[in-house]
T-cell receptor, first 115, second 113 residues
Framework: DAGVIQSPRHEVTEMGQEVTLRCKPI?????LFWYRQTMMRGLELLIY????????DSGMPEDRFSAKMPNASFSTLKIQPSEPRDSAVYFC?????????????FGAGSRLTVL | AQSVTQLGSHVSVSEGALVLLRCNYS??????LFWYVQYPNQGLQLLLK??????LVKGINGFEAEFKKSETSFHLTKPSAHMSDAAEYFC???????????FGSGTRLQVQP
């Protein structure tokens, strides 16, 4: 398996522009998570889905952020309009539901810089 | 609410020395606990997990961790550090029935030659 695939790996944009980050989870996984990593706040959960349905979006910072999962193999995280404080590394992770602990497999991340 | 605290944002050891990275958790019910490692410009990789089967958990690359309920701790150890162990290490917790993980603030491990 190719693992969790994220694109783009790097994005530099100007304040006010729309940013779309993409994620392809591992085939067969039924949970998908979006995390954000910054120096100041560490790793924060933004939102997660189960079978394409958002379960918990309490970590989404504000209305400028939105996430969708139109099918089991694709998810997007959109920021509109972007602001410099959104600069961070955004990680997507997926997992397979089963008894016991939930092991997340992470993608390589998308590094976003908003100027 | 569940949380983890990692003591020490930076730890430096000599090659061949013992590695000890500390993690304490706060959870109202027996949790699941994890250690992940992050190499520069990469995503997080699972090192090991505790799922209540055994209190001493062995992971990849010679790492292990011991769950101590009385101390609410899950410290990560490795008997002999290698240069390739230099990375950032994250402790994480989830409660039964909750699929998301809550991560600690991370500990950056430096290994000196």
């Amino acid at each position: 398996d190719a693992g969790v695939i994220q694109s783009p790996r790097h994005e530099v944009t100007e304040m006010g522009q729309e940013v779309t980050l993409r994620c392809k989870p591992i085939s067969g996984h039924d949970y998908l998570f979006w995390y954000r990593q910054t120096m100041m706040r560490g790793l924060e959960l933004l939102i997660y889905f189960n079978n394409n349905v958002p379960i918990d979006d309490s970590g989404m910072p504000e209305d400028r952020f939105s996430a969708k999962m139109p099918n089991a193999s694709f998810s997007t995280l959109k920021i509109q309009p972007s602001e410099p404080r959104d600069s961070a590394v955004y990680f997507c992770a997926s997992s397979l539901m089963g008894a016991g602990a939930n092991v997340l497999t992470f993608g390589a991340g998308s590094r976003l810089t908003v100027l | 609410a569940q949380s983890v605290t990692q003591l020490g944002s930076h730890v430096s050891v000599s090659e061949g020395a013992l590695v000890l990275l500390r993690c304490n958790y706060s959870s109202s019910v027996p949790p699941y606990l994890f250690w992940y490692v992050q190499y520069p410009n990469q995503g997080l990789q699972l090192l090991l997990k505790y799922t209540s089967a055994a209190t001493l958990v062995k992971g990849i690359n010679g790492f292990e961790a011991e769950f101590k309920k009385s101390e609410t701790s899950f410290h990560l150890t490795k008997p002999s550090a290698h240069m390739s162990d230099a990375a950032e290490y994250f402790c994480a917790v989830s409660e039964a029935g909750r699929r998301a993980l809550t991560f600690g603030s991370g500990t950056r491990l430096q290994v000196q030659p």
